[in-house]
């Protein structure tokens, strides 16, 4: 009798937690979390095309006068991308993943606010868009990551979720996995971009997010290759060390650009230290029209 009873109240117990509320909310909170995440990543691709494809259609192919458009376009494109940065969005610089693994680390419910939030969302999105409309060259996958882990984040605000750092870890995978049509690219980017280990608690909630941000993705397009598919196939023999050599002289000139982009940001830094905006809209002007006579 006493197995009986035991037995019953653990059923009891177990319709209590499946009827709760408590129970429930922060799931369907997170579920409709990750689902935005892969329905506003879509329309992040889809108005970054458009952008780019509205500066060639204003640029032409002809030549004439219209060759020399970015000369004016691109610059005043950047200045006004940094005077909204700093006017309205602050937080939005930098590309984005940088500022998803700081919010990890953060402890402070505000600080982490300061760069990811619902205000940053939208701001990253238009300025993203803006400056690809001006001929910028920015790459997708930092603002989008930052975009998911803010809308992630927010969701667990609203849900009462309380594992901040691995729900930050889930919406970048999920962002990044919904905005390119690639789930494996989410999870491996959650792994060696931001958690550098693949820890047992957070687990669930990337796969999760990366599912169900994933299904939305595909919901609203389709299965499609973002990338396109590549038909050349490589001969050992003859291709293989060209493979090699492209990936170590690639993977050099990469490093020493990245080596000399952090000491001119420290220059740059520095040298707006004492009249921020101001000296934000020269630097930005300056690469804009750097931008513009590269092509």
Known sequence: ???????????????????????????????AGAVSIGLISVLFALLADRAQALFHIMTGNEGGWRFYLPLVVTPLGFVLCAWLAHSFFPGSQGSGIPQAIAARHLRDEDDRSRILSLRLVAGKIALTVVGLACGASIGREGPTVQVGASLMLQAARWGGMAQARGLILAGSAAGIAAAFN??????????????????????????????????????????????????DTVAFATDWPLVLACGIVGGGVGALFSLLALKVMRRIRRWNALQPLPRALVVAAVCGFAVAVIG
Do not use: C, D, H
């Open 182 to 231: 690639t789930p494996l690219a989410g999870i491996v980017f959650a792994i060696e971009e931001m958690g550098r280990a693949y820890e047992a608690r957070t687990n669930g909630l990337v796969l999760t997010a990366v599912i169900l941000a994933g299904l939305a993705s595909l919901g609203l397009l389709g299965n499609y290759t973002y990338f396109g598919v590549a038909k």
């Open 1 to 31: 009798m006493a197995g009986i009873s035991r037995k019953n109240r653990l059923l009891r117990r177990s319709r209590a937690m499946w009827v709760s509320r408590r129970v429930w909310q922060p799931r369907l909170v997170f579920w």
